[in-house]
């Protein structure tokens, strides 16, 4: 992605946000155009809470290339208030810490650097 593009993208990106559908009320994260519940296609845009609670988590202690220098970090699943379930990047914690339960709140961290350009992206951390 190009970096106007990426700039311009920046708003949207570093928000929440889903799609409800408007015949069966499901929630999707990442948005999408039709709906996997009942295959609609009248879905709308809606910001979530970013809130939640981690559901289940595992500890990488032997990282993949290029995250080398996080280790030992912690991916969990999020089931956030709106009941839609994320995969992510526990941060700002100690990941031998974390529990089942935890109450969690997005946050927007980096992600990796690639040419010099730094992409952010959404973690979680605990509340």
Same mark, same amino acid.
């Given at each position: 992605? *190009?970096? #106007?593009n ?12 889903? =799609?409800? $559908?408007?015949?069966? &009320?499901?929630?999707?994260? #990442? @948005?999408?155009? +039709? $709906?996997?519940? $009942? !295959?609609?296609r ?6 979530? *809470?970013?809130?939640?609670?981690? +559901?289940?988590? =595992?500890? %990488?202690?032997?990282?993949?290339? &290029?995250? /080398? ?5 912690? %991916?969990? %699943? ?9 995969? *992510?990047?526990?941060?700002? $914690?100690? @990941?031998? /810490? ?8 997005? +946050? ?6 690639? !040419? !010099?350009? %730094?992409?952010? &992206?959404y973690?979680?951390? #605990?509340?």
């Open positions: 992605m *190009s970096v #106007p990426y700039l311009r993208e920046a708003p949207r990106r570093q928000r929440m946000e889903g =799609t409800r $559908c408007k015949g069966c &009320g499901a929630i999707h994260f #990442p @948005p999408r155009a +039709v $709906c996997d519940r $009942c !295959g609609g009248d879905l709308e845009r809606e910001e979530l *809470s970013g809130t939640g609670e981690l +559901v289940a988590y =595992t500890v %990488i202690m032997y990282p993949p290339k &290029g995250f /080398e220098n996080q280790a030992p970090y912690a %991916i969990g %699943i999020v089931q956030l208030k709106e009941g839609v379930r994320i995969l *992510s990047q526990i941060a700002d $914690c100690d @990941p031998m /810490e974390l529990r089942e339960g935890m109450r969690v709140e997005i +946050v927007i961290r980096r992600i990796r650097e690639d !040419g !010099g350009f %730094i992409e952010y &992206g973690k979680f951390r #605990p509340v």
